[in-house]
């Protein structure tokens, strides 16, 4: 068991259902992941999934809007209101990039992973973003004998050909892998 502290999965919800409802108008798609979606009692952070909407953006500091990702502009607007900050990954640096940024929200302190993919890449990314590190271990396994593999930011390709594979749902995935598919709380 690991040190690393845990929150209640009611605190975390509370902070997760808030920010997922202030980013999904800017997004495609948005939602919860991880060890909440699996339905744990306690959880050691809060992973948000999502697709961004692309628009004319303004970036608190900026003097003119520019194209970008409106799920974007409102997550340095967070920043800059301390409605998150930005926490160090294990190496000690910021994680804070297009498609991983590591964050914390400040009021209750609870670790907040927010993870963009795109529409193609939405439902192998929620399978992978979903977890268990248990079941991701065992996708993984399964990927390299069918002869594919499997990316951590939402990639499943036929290492021979170099394809992308895109399945229309979890289940596709899980089939793809050959694994009898789990809904998240077993996984």
């Known amino acids: ?12 919800h509370k902070v997760a259902d808030q920010l997922v ?7 495609e798609q948005a939602c919860v992941a991880g060890s909440l979606r699996r339905g744990k009692a306690n959880v050691g952070d809060i992973e948000i999934l999502y697709v961004p909407r692309m628009g004319q953006i303004h970036m608190p500091g900026e003097l003119f809007p520019r194209p970008g990702s409106l799920a974007d502009e409102l997550i340095e607007h967070w920043l800059a209101k301390r409605v998150i900050k930005k926490r160090p990954n294990v190496n ?3 994680t804070w990039g297009a498609q991983n940024k590591l964050a914390v929200h400040v009021t209750s302190g609870v670790p907040v ?11 192998v990314s929620l399978v992978v973003r979903t977890g268990s590190k248990e079941m991701n271990t065992t996708l993984a396994s399964n990927v390299l004998r069918r002869g594919m ?5 939402g990639v499943l390709e036929n290492t021979a050909t170099g394809d992308q594979i895109v399945p229309k749902s979890e289940l596709e995935v899980f089939e793809h892998l050959g694994v009898p598919y789990r809904d998240p709380a077993p996984r």
């Not at 068991?1 to 975390?12: E, Y």
């Not at 992973?113 to 439902?123: I, V, Y």
């Not at 593999?149 to 930011?153: A, E």
């Open 113 to 123: 992973d927010l993870f963009a993919t795109t529409a193609e890449r939405w439902f």
């Open 21 to 27: 409802a202030e980013l999904t108008p800017r997004c």
């Open 1 to 12: 068991m690991s040190d690393k502290p845990r929150w209640s999965a009611a605190i975390a």
């Open 92 to 94: 000690g640096t910021a």
């Open 149 to 153: 593999q499997l990316h951590v930011y």
